[in-house]
């Protein structure tokens, strides 16, 4: 048993150096995904208006058109454009969309950017970059959950897994069931 609790210390110790990283990356991701009602975490969204001198009498073409969205901040690519039910001018762009009023000639322009560094991080967490990482993420788990169990063997004594941690280990089962239970 004494050679089992010393091979479990030093895995244990070295697959969580191993998984810092990693864990850290998750943990994060995970935060900014569990609030992805109150905010995007992919993306920021700005919005500009700005002014054409598009009015009713304008002949609406596809040249017309790129020129009004040539002013703005951003740069915009234009897919194409057309007249909504409201009279409005409604122009796709890449990552965004813009609605020009030819009554006033105003345009409000919706336009997604990539929060930078948290897209990506999401993107791995969600593991929908490619089978390769969903193989590298799944070694992930399968290394917590090694981390997880071999963590409860360490500790001996009165502070080891049998007198005091399967208190903590039954309530972070308990906690989870709960909410399962309440509110799915």
Same mark, same amino acid.
């Given at each position: 048993?004494?050679?089992? $609790?010393?091979?479990?210390?030093?895995?244990?110790?070295?697959?969580?150096?191993?998984?810092?990283?990693?864990?850290?990356?998750?943990?994060?991701?995970?935060?900014?995904?569990? *609030?992805?009602?109150?905010?995007? !975490? &992919?993306?920021?969204?700005?919005?500009?208006?700005?002014?054409?001198?598009?009015?009713? &009498?304008?002949?609406?073409?596809?040249?017309?058109?790129?020129? +009004?969205?040539?002013?703005?901040?951003?740069?915009?690519?234009?897919?194409? *454009?057309?007249?909504?039910?409201?009279?409005?001018?409604?122009?796709?762009?890449?990552?965004?969309?813009?609605?020009?009023? !030819?009554?006033?000639?105003?345009?409000?322009? &919706?336009?997604?950017?990539?929060? !930078?560094?948290? =897209?990506?991080?999401?993107?791995?967490?969600?593991?929908?970059?490619?089978?390769?990482?969903?193989?590298?993420?799944?070694?992930?788990?399968?290394?917590?959950?090694?981390? +997880?169990?071999?963590?409860?063997?360490?500790?001996?004594?009165?502070?080891?897994?049998? $007198?005091?941690?399967?208190?903590?280990?039954?309530?972070?089962?308990?906690? !989870?069931?709960? =909410?399962?239970?309440?509110?799915?």
């Amino acid at each position: 048993m004494k050679k089992l $609790r010393k091979l479990l210390r030093v895995l244990h110790r070295d697959l969580g150096y191993f998984i810092v990283g990693m864990t850290l990356v998750y943990s994060l991701s995970g935060i900014f995904l569990n *609030h992805r009602h109150d905010f995007n !975490p &992919d993306y920021k969204i700005i919005t500009e208006n700005f002014q054409t001198s598009i009015t009713f &009498d304008t002949p609406v073409s596809e040249e017309v058109v790129k020129n +009004a969205l040539e002013g703005l901040e951003y740069d915009v690519t234009y897919k194409k *454009h057309y007249m909504n039910n409201q009279g409005n001018i409604k122009v796709f762009v890449e990552n965004g969309e813009v609605v020009i009023n !030819p009554q006033t000639g105003k345009g409000t322009m &919706d336009y997604l950017q990539r929060r !930078p560094v948290i =897209f990506e991080m999401n993107m791995l967490h969600k593991a929908t970059i490619g089978s390769l990482w969903k193989w590298v993420s799944d070694g992930m788990a399968v290394i917590l959950l090694f981390v +997880a169990v071999s963590g409860l063997f360490l500790l001996k004594g009165k502070r080891g897994f049998g $007198r005091w941690g399967w208190w903590f280990t039954i309530t972070g089962i308990i906690v !989870p069931l709960f =909410f399962a239970l309440m509110y799915i």
